[in-house]
Structures are given as C-alpha cells and as structure tokens.
Nanobody, 124 residues
Framework: QVQLVESGGGLVQAGGSLRLSCAAS????????MGWYRQAPGKQRELVAH???????KYADSVKGRFTISRDSAKNTGYLQMNSLKPEDTAVYYC??????????????????WGQGTLVTVSS
C-alpha cells in the first residue's frame, strides 16, 4: 500500500530550525498537492501549510514568515522548513498528500495519503 514516510522531527531549542521531509513509499503514486498539519496533546489538528499542484502556497498566521513548504517533483518528496521555532510549535506534525496512481495506461485513480507523524519538541 502507498505510504508517506516522514522524517526530520526531534528536539530543538527555541529559535532553532528543523526540516521535515515527506516521501511517497511507492513510485506509482505521484504527488500533486501537499499539506502539513500539526496536533498538540489535547488540541485539535490544524493546517500549518499547503502547496497546490501549481506551486501556490498558504500558511497559518501563526507560522507565516517562519515556515516554508516546498516540493521536489523529481524525488516525489515534500518538505517543511521550520525556522525561529517557538515552544508553542511543539506538536506531532503530519503530512498529507493528494496525488494520482499511475498504471500501465496512465492515471488510474486518485488518493489522499497521510504520513505517520513526526514529533517536534521545542524547548524554551
């Protein structure tokens, strides 16, 4: 089955930086659009950043100017660069990809796939 494999989370001090990666496990799945979400304990999941198939980006007000979402089409991988991290950024971060499944005759379907989550902890 198609999976999104996340990496890059960890422990960092306030003001530091982390880069999260999100890669498709199967080459038959081609990513079009991607979003990054986060969920802190006891809190609702929120959308942090989103990039469309055309490359347009949107950010939550809380991270605007600090986070950057990007995509490497050749590697079929998405990224979230996080700078100037704050303790309130602490959460499990999930990537979500919308893409197409490639078959022998072209596109055979579309899927939305979630990553397993990666923990980001920012200490003060």
């Amino acid at each position: 089955q198609v999976q999104l494999v996340e990496s890059g989370g960890g422990l960092v001090q306030a003001g530091g930086s982390l880069r999260l990666s999100c890669a498709a496990s199967e080459s038959v799945f081609s990513i079009n659009a991607m979003g990054w979400y986060r969920q802190a304990p006891g809190k609702q999941r929120e959308l942090v950043a989103h990039i469309t198939s055309g490359g347009s980006t949107k950010y939550a007000d809380s991270v605007k100017g600090r986070f950057t979402i990007s995509r490497d089409s050749a590697k079929n991988t998405g990224y979230l660069q996080m700078n100037s991290l704050k303790p309130e950024d602490t959460a499990v971060y999930y990537c979500n990809a919308e893409g197409r499944v490639i078959g022998n005759i072209g596109t055979v379907g579309y899927l939305e796939v979630w990553g397993q989550g990666t923990l980001v902890t920012v200490s003060s």
